[in-house]
T-cell receptor, first 111, second 111 residues
């Protein structure tokens, strides 16, 4: 019940396309859902996060869509660029307890 | 504002040795978490410290231990190193338990 399942494991998208990464969770007590971006040789960096009182949050080209009833959330990257090539992790937590992490998605944007 | 600083960046140790890794969190952050990252296993939670107390612990053997000092700096120790301990060890700090900021990690190689 503590797992966060992330898919796909890897993703190749053409430059200018939309990248979509999905995550699903079981624990309905989760109330914080961040996405992290990690470049090789670096630690993950917080990209965008959402709480379950909203269904969507947008920051620039990055959007989180949240479906509380389906217990799913997804990251959409619009107009994907080669610089977006990285590994993306979703995570979830409740009441400021430790984050439960997805397994990661390696995104490659082809020029 | 200085980020999370991890030292050393790279380390090579021999099986059976022990190692200590250091993490200096962002000023004002009292929560420090440690993660092990390997290509096949993603981010594995080791433990979290908050105000010098271990608040959460992951599923790692007792060879992995940590501590936090009164200035919030944290150390992680691994005793009797095994080849399988080769990984990137990441430290993350936060003010209250979400919005983690990661360091660039310590790359440990056990030979």
């Amino acid at each position: 019940q503590q797992q966060v399942k992330q898919s796909p494991q890897s993703l190749i998208v053409q430059k200018g396309g939309i990248s979509i990464i999905n995550c699903a969770y079981e624990n309905t007590a989760f109330d914080y859902f961040p996405w992290y971006q990690q470049f090789p040789g670096k630690g993950p960096a917080l990209l965008i996060a959402i709480r379950p009182d909203v269904s969507e949050k947008k920051e620039g080209r990055f959007t989180i869509s949240f479906n509380k009833s389906a217990k799913q959330f997804s990251l959409h990257i619009m107009d994907s660029q080669p610089g977006d090539s990285a590994t993306y992790f979703c995570a979830a937590s409740h009441s400021n307890y430790q984050l439960i992490w997805g397994a990661g998605t390696k995104l490659i944007i082809k020029p | 504002k200085a980020g999370v600083t991890q030292t050393p960046r790279y380390l090579i140790k021999t099986r059976g040795q022990q190692v200590t890794l250091s993490c200096s969190p962002i000023s004002g952050h009292r929560s420090v978490s440690w993660y092990q990252q390997t290509p096949g296993q993603g981010l594995q939670f080791l433990f979290e410290y908050f105000s010098e107390t271990q608040r959460n612990k992951g599923n790692f053997p007792g060879r992995f231990s940590g501590r936090q000092f009164s200035n919030s700096r944290s150390e992680m120790n691994v005793s009797t190193l095994e080849l399988g301990d080769s990984a990137l060890y990441l430290c993350a700090s936060s003010f209250g338990g979400d919005g983690y900021t990661f360091g660039s990690g310590t790359r440990l190689t056990v030979v």
